[in-house]
């Protein structure tokens, strides 16, 4: 073969190999692509998994340390910590390998269903600090009320107003910290507990029946009274109560 055959032949082996290593390192990076692309749908779902975490956390902590005192959290809470456990156990090495057996999509569903138990559990908590929140509700009605027989007070009207903020808004907001929401709470506590403001509390305290206290409900609702309703032992309890010697005059 002439010289310039030989060259041409070289020239032609030259391309071939080249052409050759350009299609492995296509196939190459379009694997690569293929990968990442399946890895940041993993690192998206694990994403919104941990942020739905914290919040069902925040929230259990909140309802079980520091509105209720409870000794444990409900087990819906158990279970999708249990199974979000169970779907972050890996190392990175694990998930390449899923990935290059095309069983990610398998990965991804256990990661959904994780997210599932996780919001299930959040709906329960966040449904059991509505309950809190509508038990406070009605004892601070119930407050306002026995507050209009003694006049107004600006020191209990500031801490109804903030123990409603507090269970309206505050006690669900997780940009706040646990101990600054913890300690609030617990000072809110104590002014509400020595206040002694709600019904029952008024009513233990000064020893009154359940018929003085249906009259008082009546009087600090603006509502008025049967004479017939007022016997004595009404009347003697109701002037019993220093505080109530001012604010309930009884005519004839």
């Given at each position: 073969?002439?010289?310039?055959?030989?060259?041409?032949?070289?020239?032609?082996?030259?391309i071939?190999?080249?052409?050759?290593?350009?299609?492995?390192?296509?196939?190459?990076e379009?694997?690569?692509?293929?990968?990442?692309?399946?890895?940041?749908?993993?690192?998206?779902?694990?994403?919104?998994?941990?942020?739905?975490?914290?919040?069902?956390?925040?929230?259990a902590?909140?309802?079980?340390?520091?509105?209720?005192?409870k000794?444990?959290?409900?087990?819906?809470?158990?279970?999708?910590?249990?199974q979000?456990r169970?779907?972050?156990?890996?190392?990175?090495?694990?998930?390449?390998?899923?990935?290059?057996?095309?069983?990610?999509?398998d990965?991804e569903q256990k990661?959904q269903?994780?997210?599932k138990?996780?919001?299930?559990?959040?709906?329960q908590?966040?449904?059991?600090?509505?309950?809190?929140?509508?038990r406070?509700?009605?004892?601070l009605?119930?407050?306002?009320?026995?507050q209009?027989?003694?006049?107004?007070?600006s020191?209990?009207?500031?801490?109804?107003?903030?123990?409603?903020a507090?269970?309206?808004r505050?006690?669900?907001d997780?940009s706040e910290?646990?101990?600054s929401l913890?300690?609030?709470w617990?000072?809110?506590?104590?002014?509400?507990?020595?206040?002694?403001?709600d019904?029952?509390t008024?009513?233990?305290?000064?020893?009154?029946?359940?018929k003085?206290i249906?009259?008082?409900?009546r009087?600090?609702?603006?509502?008025?009274i049967?004479?017939?309703?007022?016997?004595?032992?009404?009347?003697?309890?109701?002037l019993?109560v220093?505080?109530?010697?001012?604010v309930?005059?009884?005519?004839?």
């Amino acid at each position: 073969m002439s010289q310039s055959g030989d060259s041409l032949a070289s020239r032609v082996n030259e391309i071939s190999t080249k052409a050759a290593e350009y299609e492995t390192a296509d196939n190459f990076e379009a694997k690569k692509q293929r990968y990442l692309g399946k890895l940041d749908s993993v690192e998206d779902a694990l994403d919104r998994l941990n942020r739905r975490v914290q919040r069902m956390e925040f929230l259990a902590t909140i309802l079980v340390d520091v509105v209720e005192g409870k000794d444990e959290v409900p087990g819906t809470v158990e279970d999708a910590r249990r199974q979000s456990r169970s779907v972050v156990d890996y190392d990175k090495d694990w998930y390449y390998q899923q990935v290059d057996a095309d069983s990610i999509g398998d990965y991804e569903q256990k990661v959904q269903q994780a997210q599932k138990k996780v919001k299930e559990a959040t709906n329960q908590l966040e449904n059991e600090l509505d309950d809190v929140e509508q038990r406070w509700q009605n004892k601070l009605n119930a407050a306002r009320n026995v507050q209009k027989l003694f006049g107004h007070s600006s020191d209990k009207a500031r801490m109804f107003n903030e123990i409603e903020a507090f269970v309206e808004r505050r006690m669900k907001d997780d940009s706040e910290s646990i101990s600054s929401l913890r300690s609030e709470w617990s000072g809110l506590q104590k002014q509400w507990n020595k206040s002694g403001m709600d019904w029952q509390t008024f009513q233990r305290e000064n020893n009154l029946s359940d018929k003085t206290i249906d009259i008082l409900q009546r009087l600090a609702e603006g509502r008025s009274i049967q004479l017939r309703k007022l016997d004595g032992d009404i009347a003697k309890e109701l002037l019993s109560v220093d505080e109530l010697r001012d604010v309930v005059k009884i005519k004839i």
